[in-house]
């Protein structure tokens, strides 16, 4: 066993990663959150298949936010030519960078940046764009969601956790102007937390409702939206709609 791998089984990790011995990670809580990654992992593996087939062989791949690169380290097991995996935290792209070492995943890279900061134009755009996870804990989900659109040459998968929905007509100034809400924001408070791994950097957080994010996503430029349905053994968040993924195209 490499020195690698013993490193990564003595520690407990957010993802139960299958190392090349065919032992496999400890995980918080005994386990109690694999499921949600599983279905997680399910839900988008039947878009990637639906879009692209059995493979990702001559697709590129961005995974903003990608913790400790569980997920990037599937894209790049299912054959995709280059992932990139992104995080604001060094915590999370050395850890990240240990899997891809371990794992011997050559077409997979690691660099740490926050989502705002990401210079779109630098790195180009990617068939496929992670951003699981992220924008319930952010201050500007909206400038996030425009970084995305920048970068995604095919699709986006946003997964998300989201507040009950608003709708209405509101006086905008006057009586006599009237606008319809498109959705809305819940305000989450993480400013004792920002010391957390999964947690918001900031502290603000600003949860979005279903409606809120269909018609965002729409507006910073994507052309096709579609909610992801969840496998019948779903995570109990997914599959109650409290938490959603949506399939973002750019057509």
């Known amino acids: 066993m490499s020195a690698n791998e013993q490193a990564l ?14 032992r496999v990670t400890r995980t918080y809580d005994d386990g109690a959150l694999d499921a949600i990654h599983e279905t997680r992992l399910a839900m988008l593996q039947d878009v990637l298949r639906a879009r692209f087939g059995d493979t990702l062989a001559g697709r590129n791949a961005i995974d903003i936010a990608c913790h400790q690169g569980w997920f990037a380290t599937q894209l790049a097991q299912a054959g995709a030519d280059d992932v990139l995996a992104i995080d604001a935290r060094a915590e999370h792209v050395a850890d990240t960078t240990l899997v891809r070492d371990t794992l011997g995943l050559a077409n997979l890279r690691v660099a740490q940046c926050d989502v705002h900061a990401l210079d779109t134009a630098a790195l180009g755009t990617f068939d496929v764009v992670l951003m699981l996870g992220l924008i319930y804990h952010l201050e500007n989900p909206v400038g996030a969601l425009r970084q995305a659109r920048a970068l995604t040459r095919q ?3 946003v997964e998300t956790q989201v507040v009950p929905g608003m709708t209405g007509m509101v006086d905008y100034g006057s009586y006599r102007f009237v606008r319809p809400l498109k959705g809305s924001f819940g305000i989450i408070d993480e400013t004792e937390e920002t010391h957390g791994p999964e947690t918001s950097t900031t502290g603000i957080c600003l949860v979005p409702s279903l409606e809120a ?3 965002i996503l729409r507006k910073v430029g994507f052309t096709r939206v579609e909610l992801v349905p969840p496998p019948e053994n779903a995570y109990e968040q997914l599959r109650y709609g409290k938490r959603v993924m949506v399939a973002a195209y750019v057509d």
Do not use: A, E, T
Not at 9 to 22: C, M, T
């Open 155 to 157: 699709v986006c998968l």
């Open 213 to 215: 994010l269909f018609w």
């Open 9 to 22: 089984l003595d520690k407990i990790w957010f993802y139960r990663f299958r190392l090349p011995s065919g």
